[in-house]
């Protein structure tokens, strides 16, 4: 859906709070109801619930890949973009809304440095974003198609699963999409119900033929893009739009890839592995932080970065003594430990 069809709910500017919920009241449908209350501010901090609460913990500043500037997040995948568009002449961009530079202003100033040709709008139509990007990357471009949303991604999911993903195996490898990049923004924001926060990677996760990836931040985002880009076979790379401008790095200017399918050990431990990846690899630093405070227990903390195909080696490579992992893409990690801590 276009721009103008898409609406985030921003609850920051809401006068209505939810309450009631698990107390057990009824409606007269005999079902539960959430009670709304005028305001929230009489609620204390501590009975306050953020959907989106972490600290963000930035990576080191790389040296390895020359001049350095700081970007947050969409811009370093606007970098990516220029620098593909830049050095390969078959690259084009397309999407809804990417020629004035997108919701989220990943491709803003790219259609007039190179062309209405070469970033260009779509019709709304997943399903035919996802076919033409298709066709383009079989016909020998390098295709970089988004989806405005990852929650709008669905209506493309015969052409990604049944066609991009199956196309060299069922060519017997005379053809396939290999040149073909599906970026969308994902999930939650603390706002934006339903339809502007999901994260549907455990869709595709089963589905051989494709890649997925996605980053934890700015530095990351650029090199996992740009090999995304580069790679042989088609990729789908999920971009944490609350990190879009929260998430601020050095970032090299220059092209740099990060190899796919490379999980990095960002903490050892040595009684628990914690896997993640995105925004929640941020969260879950602080849980390992809090677990080793308050528990004693010593966390590793993985981010698996690609989703499929993920990197075995790196998680399973564990001391036999350390029988104990846990995947986590969900908030509700972190208030364990204060439910444990308050003895409940």
Not at 91 to 96: D, L, Q, S, Y
Not at 182 to 188: H, K, L, Q, V, Y
Not at 190 to 210: N, R, T, V
Not at 234 to 254: G, M, W
């Amino acid at each position: 859906m276009a721009a103008s069809a898409r609406f985030f709910i921003r609850g920051a500017n809401s006068k209505l709070s939810i309450s009631g919920v698990g107390t057990g009241v009824q409606s007269t449908l005999g079902g539960g109801f959430l009670k709304l209350s005028p305001s929230s501010n009489s609620r204390s901090k501590t009975q306050r619930r953020h959907a989106a609460h972490f600290t963000y913990h930035p990576d080191p500043v790389p040296t390895q890949y020359g001049t350095t500037q700081k970007m947050n997040l969409f811009q370093s995948v606007t970098s990516a973009l220029d620098n593909t568009l830049a050095n390969d002449p078959t690259a084009v961009i397309f999407g809804e809304d990417v020629a004035f530079g997108g919701v989220f202003r990943c491709t803003v100033g790219l259609r007039d440095k190179y062309g209405k040709d070469r970033v260009f709008n779509t019709p709304l139509c997943e399903q035919g974003i996802v076919g033409f990007g298709i066709g383009a990357a079989v016909a020998g471009a390098t295709a970089i198609a988004e989806i405005q949303f990852a929650d709008y991604i669905y209506p493309a999911f015969d052409q990604i699963v049944n066609e991009a993903a199956k196309y060299r195996y069922r060519s017997g490898n005379l053809f396939d999409c290999g040149n073909l990049t599906i970026r969308a923004p994902w999930g939650c924001v603390g706002h934006g119900s339903l339809y502007h926060s999901q994260s549907p990677e455990a869709f595709f996760a089963h589905c051989p033929g494709i890649k997925i990836v996605i980053p934890r931040g700015p530095v990351q985002a650029k090199g996992l893009l740009l090999s995304c880009i580069a790679d042989k076979n088609p990729c789908i790379f999920f971009e944490p739009k609350i990190l879009y401008r929260a998430a601020v790095e050095q970032v090299p200017v220059e092209s740099y890839t990060i190899p796919l399918s490379e999980a990095e050990v960002l903490q050892e431990g040595s009684d628990l592995t914690l896997v993640a990846w995105g925004t929640q690899i941020h969260v879950l630093r602080e849980v390992a932080n809090m677990a080793q405070e308050k528990l004693g227990v010593s966390c590793e903390v993985i981010d698996l970065r690609t989703i499929l195909p993920w990197d075995v080696e790196t998680v399973c490579k564990v001391p036999k003594t350390r029988t104990h992992a846990v995947t986590s893409q969900a908030a509700r990690v972190k208030s364990a430990f204060h439910k444990n801590k308050k003895g409940k």
